[in-house]
């Protein structure tokens, strides 16, 4: 199994970046796929997860609204687009692979972690 997520970078406040994890060694769209993010010092935090069709899905309080789970089956890539970007948002974004029936924010039900892909929100 193998999720590698990209598309970090720097941006400024207000802004907004696309992340892509692409999946591979496991039937794709079977699997409920979630985003997750990191600050070094605190704990893993949940931020989305989507179902395995993409019909149904679930966010952080601290970032519903202004992000935006979605993924394409046929490509074995889930994305996470983020808009209104603010310097609190700062982390390493992992996408992560759960055995949970529907998108959940409990850790617990992922399985498989890709590396991260750093995020930075200038102020």
């Known amino acids: 199994v193998q999720l590698q997520a990209s598309g970090g970078g720097l941006v400024q406040s207000g802004g907004s970046l696309r992340l892509s994890c692409a999946a591979s060694?496991?039937?794709?769209?079977?699997?409920?796929m979630g985003w997750f993010r990191q600050v070094p010092g605190k704990e893993r935090e949940f931020v989305a997860s989507?179902?395995?069709?993409?019909?149904?899905?679930y966010y952080g309080d601290a970032v519903k609204g202004r992000f935006t789970i979605s993924r394409d089956n046929p490509k074995n890539t889930v994305f996470l687009q983020m808009n209104s970007l603010k310097s609190e948002d700062t982390a390493v974004y992992y996408c992560a692979r759960s055995t949970a029936i529907d998108p959940t924010p409990e850790r617990a039900w992922y399985i498989s972690w890709g590396r991260g892909t750093l995020v930075t929100v200038s102020s």
């Open positions: 060694g496991f039937t794709f769209s079977r699997y409920v």
């Open positions: 989507i179902n395995w069709s993409g019909g149904s899905t």
